[in-house]
Structures are given as structure tokens and as C-alpha cells.
């Protein structure tokens, strides 16, 4: 009988191994490696070094032009060029550049190329994302990506996990992200650092998939290895929609050893927000002053997905977004963006004074698509405030929902939904 | 081996993204990476970092994304080593991977001061603080990273055959 965490159990199986234990440093072999256009052209560098022609499996990497797609100049023309012709060359299935493509973490479940039970690595940090399919999922770097690519195996430490045991539903206007916000609230930016968060309990069947996505993506906002969610209906169904390859359903040993178990009840969740510039300085509303704000985004892999549009939508139809405060509404794939348009939000949006956009990762980051100027200040749900995350580093990204984001965008201000649905007054 | 180099400090939580801006992230140049490293929070570093200096800093060094283009601008800049109380996971690995020095540990980032002459020699485990006549130890890698470190890095680690089953 063993005692391991459903992290472990997914890494033993894949070392070839009955048992691991925490800190054992194994080598695994991986089910999908991942790139984008940043990290990618690194990891095409260091491939060239090793002394193989081929990858190890061209159905099993994906590349994604996401971060500085479609090109924002020329650099950045270069670095998808030479990811597209690397594609090319070696065949790969998955290469998704300008028109087909979506921000990685919303197109590799949505293409259903990852499952439950698989191990995805991936050379961008938010690749924990797929815990949410009971996959698991990591960052790593473009010297790792190019072994992967070559090998089709990576090197890991066993990681301990936090147990995260949920219960309730959540409220009104209250979505994953809030959950998530006030967890990485509660232990830090760096509480799970090298361990999995592992999330459980009767609550995860009021958690739709959208919100547990959120959830998985943040982990890596506490300093976590991976996020991973129990398997459920609601995954399996999930994965059964979007065509993924048949699940491999691992769970957590009855006696397994947590560093630390946390019991969260949904219903006690209220809408958070990340103050600059660590997303560890969450706040609600009953303690926040008045923040005027110059632009808010809703998109991103943590919130660009299409329950999070329909929730901003609901808030912002009938309304203008206040005159000072540039709207950006990113749909995270061009499936999302469709759908969108066929559901009307884009029209909700766009007389809202909003702008709309085709999928990239952009201002998340800094990239392109709003940029902040010099003491100017964002309401983002994207995933980090970090300094100059979006822009000028004296500027500010404040995290929160779609919901808040979208009612912050309608008041000039950061706002609840509330203050601007008129309701729990 | 062993590295000796004057020291300069940051704080907690030093992220990939002040390390290196993702707006010069169109480039995979090293020199040119190298040549923005730590401006979004000093703008002085890049015009006073000398070979081998050495960087120490507090906890969860690293933390943020996953570009390998952080430990590379550090390493192009100069820097011979980084020292941190810890450090974020995938900032961990990628420096493995590549071939820039860190080390974990509490006494020596607490220890040490801006501007401190220190030397780390990795053979006999230990820190060694010239300026204020301290030592402090370090704990050895685990034997599977230090076989990488000793290739040279993943790629060379690869090449040697050492992921191969």
C-alpha cells in the first residue's frame, strides 16, 4: 500500500516506478511538450546542439505563436519565422501561428490534446493550467523544452502538496479567480514554492471547468510545481466534448501525507482583487479605497475563455465603459472569439465603447495591444502585477475577475459588480 | 571550482520580469539581453556589474515566468554566481540547465552585505566572506544535478547520453 499524493502517483507511472517520495529526483517520460514565440526560438537554438535530427514524436509538441503574435515588429516576425519553419521541417503536427492559434492554455484543452493522467511540460510558466484537467503540468525552461522536444523526457524532483479541501458553492459574481486570488492571499507568493497544490472535496462539483482552469493557471503565482483537480464528471465530460484522448484517472492514496491540508468553504469567498505589485496582496472590498483606473483588460490563459466573456458581458450590455478607461476584450482562441460573436457579446462590447481583439497574450505581459504609460494604473484579469508588467515600470496592474474587471471598466474606478448592477445595496 | 567576486543585493521576490523586461524579449541575443538585465528596478546595475560579481539576494529569487532569457541576461552580464535564500523552481532549473552557479542559502543571503568580497568554493562546500571573516556552508547538490552540472549543462547532459533510459 502506498501513500502517495495523485502528483506522485502521475510522475511514478511515468518514471516507470511503483513508489516515489518527495524530493527523489527522477527522470519522466512526458506526454506533450509545449512553446510559444518567446521561448520557443531559445529551445530551437539549444535543439540544434544535440545531436539528433529528429523530435522524439512530432504529434507531441506544440508550438503556439501567442505572446508576440500577430507580429508586433520585426524581431518578433524573426522569432516566429524561425519557429515556423522549424515546424516545418520537423513535421510538427501542432503549430499554430496567426489565425488558427489562441493563447496556448486556452487552445491545448480546447484542441483536446492534453488528458487526464498525461504529463505535459511546457516552456511557459503558466502550463500548470492543465491541472485542471487532472493532468500533470509544469513550467519549464527552453533548454528543458529542446531535451523534451529531442528525448520526450524530462528531469523532475518529487514534489510534497498543500491539500486544498473545498467545499460550498460560490456566489453571485464570485468565480474561480477570486478563489484563487484569495488563496495565493492566504500562504504567499511563494507558500507552494517546489510543491503541487492539490484541490479536492464536495465544492469542486459547484467548479466549472472554466474556473478550475483559472485556479490550475495561478498555481504557479504561489511559487507551485503544478496545480491538480481531482477528476470528476465534470472533467470527463469536458474532455469527452473537446475530443481528448481517453483519461487516465489517478487519485490521491486515502493515507496520503500533505505538508498542510486547507478546508475552504466557496461560499465564504468574496471578490478579490491583487493590489501592485505581487499577486500575493489581495484585498476585498470592504477594505479598499478608491482607485481610479486608465484601462482594463479581460483576456488572458487565466480569464480570456468564454464564460469569463459571457460574465463580463452580462455587466457591461445596455452600458458605456467611462470615458477614460480604454476597454480591451481579448477572446483567448478564435473558437472563443466565434463563439462570441454568434452569442452577440462582441456587440455588447463594441457599443460599450470597447475594444475588441483577435487572440494574443499582448498586454499580459507588455507586449502589445496596451501598453500602460507612466503612472498610469489597470484593472487586469490577466495573471501578474509585477513591476512594469504591463508596461512603464511606474505603472500598476491591479488582478481581479472578469466580473470586476468588467464593472471597474463601467465606474472609472474599481469596482464590485454590485455598484454597477444596482443589487446588495 | 570556485568563484570569487564582489557582491550585489537585491531583496525578496526578484522577478523574471525585472530581470528582463518581456518588451526586449524579440531577441534571443545574449549580449543584448545582458545589456537590459535588473533595469525596471536599477537602472545602475548593468553600468556597475564587473565579471564575476557575485548576485545575492533574498527569497523565491527567480519567481515569475518561465523565460530562460533571465538566467542567461544575468550570466551575459557577468555575474558568476547567485546566491538566494531560495529560489523559484523553473529559475532553479533553467540555471542548471545552463550552466549559471546558484546556490540556496538563509545564513549566507543574510549574511552578506553589498559590496562584501566573497568566494564559493563548490569542492569543499563553502561560502567564504573576505570582508567580514565568515564562512558559511554550502549544502551539496543532489548526485543527478550535479552529474549535469559537470556535463556543462542539460544539452551536453543529453549528449552524453544521460537521459537515455
Redesign the interface.
Known sequence: MTSMTMTQKILATHAGMTKVTAGQ?I?ANVDMVLGND??S??AI??FG???TDKVFDKEKIALVMD??APN??I??AQ?CKLCREFSNEKEITNFYDTGDMGIEHALLPEKGLVTSGDIVV????H?CTYGALGAFST??????M??AM??G?A?F?VPSAICFNLTGKLNEYVSGKDVILNIIGMIG??GA??KSMEFKGSGLSNLTIDDRLCMANMAIEA?A?NGIFEVDNITLEYLSSVGAKKPVIFSADKNAVYDKTYDIDLGSIKSTVAFPH?PENARTFDNMEDIIIDQVVIGSCTNGRLSDLIAAAEIIKGKKVAKNVRTIIIPATQKIYLQAMEMGLLKIFIEANCAVSTPTCGPC???HMGILAKGERAVATTN?N????MGH?ESEVYLASPQVAAASAIAGKIAHPYDVMKKGE | MSVRGKVIKFGN?V?T??II???Y????DKLTLASHCME??DKTFVNRVNKGDIMVAG??FG???????A??AIKESGISLVIAK?F???FY??SI??GLPIIESVEASEQINEGDEIEADFEKGVIINHTQNKEYVIEPF????RK?IQAG???EA??KGM??D
Open positions: 529526483l527522470l518567446i521561448t526560438p531559445v537554438n539549444e546542439k544535440i545531436k505572446h508576440f508586433k515588429d524581431q518578433a522569432q511546457g516552456a511557459d510558466s502550463t513550467g519549464v525552461g527552453s533548454t528543458d529542446a531535451c529531442a528525448t523526457k528531469w524532483k507568493v511563494s514554492l517546489y511559487g510545481k505581487l505581459l507588455g507586449g501578474r509585477f513591476v512594469g508588467r515600470p | 521576490n522577478d520580469d525585472v523586461p518581456a518588451r524579449l524579440n531577441t534571443t525596471d528596478i527569497n523565491n519567481c515569475g515566468s518561465s523565460r530562460e532569457h538566467p542567461i531560495d523559484a523552481r523553473i532549473r533553467n540547465n545552463i543532489p548526485d543527478f544535478i549535469i549543462g542539460l544539452i543529453v549528449n537521459l537515455a
